[in-house]
């Protein structure tokens, strides 16, 4: 079947770049784009005018929304507070548990997916939190997960999370790494199962990923046997690495090395390697210690920084700076990483942090950006077929709406919709050439009732904290609110 999609701008690619087409067109058939530019003459059988609108490459979220998002619970926790948020030695001791059903935890999924297809993304690689879990991911939730995903359509990269270790607070409130070894090497084993069950499914849009959470929550003998097991299935890897201060300088203090250092020293990094984050490196504001070009390490060995502004921002750091790590010939990717899961905010944060630190626009504009979310992702995933509208792509194509007053008056698209636009003006989602998503509809979802499902998951993951937190502060205490709740004013 051949479909022609049109519309006032088009995104193409010329095979070096993005380049903008006026007044375009795109036709794909079946699954694959087989023309981009103006006055296709062949015959087609059905024509989609989306307007006055971009038509753009779908964005792809390399560390996507996976769950119902707990950070708006942690981006205004004091800094004195925030160990309050973690599992406390207690809770370990009296036998951590899953919070969730099997029915919820196979919710959470659904909840997310459908909302990174109303934000644009045609490809995903999701994370989801373990604060609330017994340990880490379970087979069976990220199953339902793939089939979840398989049915709406979206593209996607997923592997059950594992660890061997995580933080807990003593009673002085002294954080430290629990440790159980075995649950990391049981967590792996599930990883792979999976991937060997699920790679390649629902005609390709499922593929595997192996998932192991924090690097400081990792042993020596788990990180090996993820990188063999990543060339043996020939699947990427995703990370979480340089990171925060906790972890920096745990592992400087067991390894001597920073954790980039250690993860290039375990012949961890590497072109299927993704690190999300990867902005706190030797010689970053924050770190007290270690040295060596950690940006030069990622370099030589291709590994990719999928960088989230917008999370890392909301709590006060940021990549020190995306045009330097451009400059030096990182691949770079983006990532949503929290709710909402919208690149068009994490496009404008990242941007504007990385001019505040450079002092200039060179390699921090929108365009460099946006060639994260789109090109940058299908590098890394080693995929020429995604992160473009080009002959021989993927039909995987997004149509962001100009028409809206909000908008304001056009520019240059890409400038125009990063500026005014937000994940909301997307209304038109293809993926491999089926449509997923039309003026904010998902064919087949009551997205009235998963929003009231959502806010049920939300309220209970929320109550959880209250078990975990090592010094049993009351709700009012532990979430302060923004402003004082009162009954009624007395005047």
């Known amino acids: 079947m051949k479909t022609k999609l049109k519309g006032r701008y088009v995104i193409g690619y010329d095979g070096y770049d993005h380049v903008i ?5 795109v036709v794909y058939e079946n699954d694959t784009i087989i023309y981009v530019g103006k006055d296709y003459s062949g015959e087609v059988d059905e024509e989609i005018d989306a307007g006055n609108s971009v038509i753009s490459p779908g964005f792809i979220d390399l560390n996507a929304l996976g769950d119902i998002d707990h950070d708006i619970l942690h981006l205004e926790v004091s800094s004195d507070r925030n160990k309050n948020l973690l599992w406390s030695e207690r809770y370990v001791e009296n036998g951590h548990h899953e919070i969730m059903t099997a029915e919820e935890e196979a919710f959470k999924s659904l909840y997310a997916y459908s909302q990174l297809i ?57 954080i430290k790494l629990y440790w159980d070894e075995e649950a990391g090497r049981a967590g792996l084993k599930r990883a792979i199962k999976f991937v060997r069950e699920f790679d390649g499914a629902y005609n390709g849009l499922v593929k595997g990923v192996l998932a192991p959470e924090r690097i400081e929550c990792q042993t020596d003998e788990s990180l090996k046997q993820t990188k063999y097991y990543s060339e043996q299935l020939g699947v990427p890897i995703k ?11 745990t592992i400087l203090e067991e390894h001597g090395v920073t954790p980039i250092r250690y993860l290039y020293n375990l012949g961890f990094l590497g072109p299927k390697t993704g690190i ?51 400059r030096t010939g990182i691949n770079l990717a983006l990532g949503t990483d929290t709710f909402p899961p919208d690149m068009f905010q994490n496009i404008r944060t990242g941007s504007m ?37 080009a002959v ?33 003006d997307v209304k038109l989602s293809i993926i491999n050439g089926s449509v997923v998503m039309k003026d904010r509809q998902i064919p087949s ?38 402003f004082k709740i009162v009954d009624s004013i007395e005047r």
Request: proline fraction near 3%.
């Open 21 to 25: 087409l006026e007044n375009a067109e």
């Open 118 to 174: 109303l934000h644009g993304v045609t490809t995903a690689m999701p994370i989801t939190s373990v604060f609330y879990k017994k340990w880490a991911e379970t087979y069976e939730e990220l199953a339902v997960a793939a089939h979840h995903a398989g049915k709406l359509g979206l593209r996607i990269y997923l592997g059950p999370s594992y660890q061997s270790g995580i933080r807990v607070v003593e009673p002085d409130g002294t």
């Open 239 to 249: 990370l979480h690495a340089a990171q925060g201060n906790f972890e920096y300088h």
């Open 276 to 326: 999300p984050h990867a902005h706190f490196i030797a010689g970053y504001c924050e770190a007290q210690a270690g040295d060596g070009d950690d940006l030069a390490l990622l370099k030589e060995t291709n590994t990719t920084v999928i960088h989230c502004p917008l999370i890392i921002g909301r709590h006060g750091s940021a990549l020190n700076s995306f045009a330097k790590y451009k």
């Open 353 to 389: 942090l990385s001019r505040l630190i450079e002092k200039d626009v060179v390699d921090s504009t929108y365009a460099d950006l946006f060639r994260a979310a789109t090109i940058g992702g299908a590098d890394f995933l080693g995929r020429k077929d995604l992160g473009r509208i």
């Open 392 to 424: 021989g792509a993927k039909a995987d194509i997004i149509a962001i709406d100009l028409d809206g007053y909000h908008i304001g008056v056009l520019d240059d698209p890409i400038r125009t919709m990063i500026v005014s636009g937000s994940g909301r």
């Open 445 to 482: 979802l009551d997205l009235e009732e998963i929003k009231n499902k959502g806010q049920k998951y939300f309220n209970k993951m929320r109550n959880g904290y209250l078990e975990r937190d090592y010094q049993q502060l009351s709700e009012k205490e532990l979430f302060n609110p923004s």
